[in-house]
């Protein structure tokens, strides 16, 4: 056949199908502002706003400085770090010692979207259902689409503080699906699922054949969790059947360039997981996770940690502030918010939550990051994450909202 008349080369039809990454696509609005109402106000990304822990910096670079992690580690992760992990969570979770996790039930992988995908690549295949509860957050629906996997979205209302009915998701799972992600404390809104919530949840996708996949990168900004564990659900007989948790080192330690996620499971769902994890990355970067290991078995580090919760509560008040000293009849409201994250109702109801952030970013120098991205009915709301502002400055948000006109 002449070349001239062969087919175009063609890329990946679940990969073109994609939107361009989101906090680039912000990033590129923000490079427009002039400057005009102050500094840039980056309530957008989920980064923390303060350096790690002085102690974890010095091992660190201790530890970088060691030839020996250099070498490829064990698919699995370091031994330490999934050990200490594992303690970890059986003194959050308050499980029976002998009959909490251990090691085995630990895999570390690169960042927390790493450990949503290897999870999810061992559990699904193309042509499967996953359900997602709307809003979502975006790079969960990105990664499940690019696997050829069909999606279905439980609602969560903002009229229910963006929890989702049990019904509605008794109605999705009798659909036949193979896995539910849950996220919390949520990403976007902030919310958190109570206890009673989450383990109803977990009856329901036990009772239709569905993992339960919960994703708690912002588990360590809950409050009284020293009291009152974030859930039981590893105390359910037979947890490994049913349930995965996903975690992140990113926010609690302030080390998302370190690339550091955990996910907890069953021994057979491990084993396939390690394939997986083989075939992308060999090993989690091995400088980090000896390091994490440290900071784990650290009082020090569990008292900053506490200390940082408590400022990000701060945080949360300075922004919830900012909106309540707006005129009566602004439109603009929180309507819900939590852990790192608020989501916010704007009042422009002829444009869509992408002009409006567009808007915000390009005249206002206020960065945030429409609600369409987290699902097709939220164009009414904009995420705002608010841990990386000092409480000073959330208060100018009061100022720019006002001076915003219709996009």
Not at 259 to 283: F, M, S, T, W, Y
């Amino acid at each position: 056949m002449n070349a001239s008349h062969r087919a175009p080369f063609m890329f990946n039809p679940w990969v073109t199908q994609l939107a361009a990454p989101a906090i680039p696509t912000i990033a590129a609005w923000a490079a427009q502002y002039g400057g005009q109402q102050g500094p840039l106000l980056g309530l957008s990304q989920a980064v923390p706003g303060y350096p790690p822990h002085p102690l974890l910096m010095g091992w660190l670079a201790e530890l970088a400085a060691d030839p020996r992690t250099c070498e490829y580690g064990d698919i699995e992760g370091e031994p330490e770090l999934r050990s200490a992990y594992a303690a970890w969570c059986n003194r959050l979770y308050q499980l029976p010692t002998g009959g909490g996790l251990s090691a085995a039930h630990v895999q570390i992988t690169a960042g927390c979207n790493q450990a949503f995908a290897v999870a999810l690549k061992a559990l699904v295949r193309e042509g499967d259902s996953v359900a997602l509860i709307e809003p979502y957050y975006f790079n969960h629906q990105s990664t499940l689409e690019s696997m050829g996997v069909a999606l279905q979205y439980v609602p969560a209302r903002a009229e229910r503080g963006f929890l989702p009915d049990l019904d509605d998701v008794r109605a999705t799972l009798q659909r036949g699906v193979k896995a539910l992600i849950v996220i919390s404390p949520n990403n976007p809104t902030g919310a958190v699922y109570p206890p009673g919530l989450l383990n109803a949840i977990a009856d329901l996708c036990q009772r239709h054949s569905c993992w339960l996949v919960l994703d708690e990168t912002y588990r360590e900004f809950l409050h009284d969790t020293e009291h009152n564990p974030p859930h039981h659900l590893l105390a359910r007989p037979h947890w490994e059947r049913h349930v995965v948790l996903l975690y992140s080192f990113s926010k609690s330690l302030c080390i998302p360039g370190h690339r550091l996620g955990v996910v907890v499971a069953g021994a057979a769902l491990q084993a396939e997981i390690a394939k997986v994890v083989d075939n992308l990355q060999i090993c989690a970067p091995r400088v980090a996770q000896l390091a994490v290991a440290r900071a784990l078995d650290e009082p020090v580090i569990h008292a900053w940690i506490k200390d940082n919760r408590e400022e990000m509560a701060r945080r949360a008040h300075a922004l919830q502030a900012a909106f309540a000293a707006l005129p009566a009849g602004s439109g603009w409201r929180v309507a819900s918010v939590g852990a790192y994250f608020a989501f916010a109702e704007h009042p422009y109801t002829q444009a869509s939550s992408q002009q409006v952030a567009k808007t915000l970013a390009q005249r206002h120098g206020l960065l945030t990051v429409p609600g369409e991205f987290f699902g097709a009915h939220q164009q009414r709301y904009l995420r705002i994450a608010f841990a990386n502002v000092q409480v000073a400055e959330l208060g100018h948000i009061t100022a720019r909202l006002q001076a915003m006109q219709a996009p």
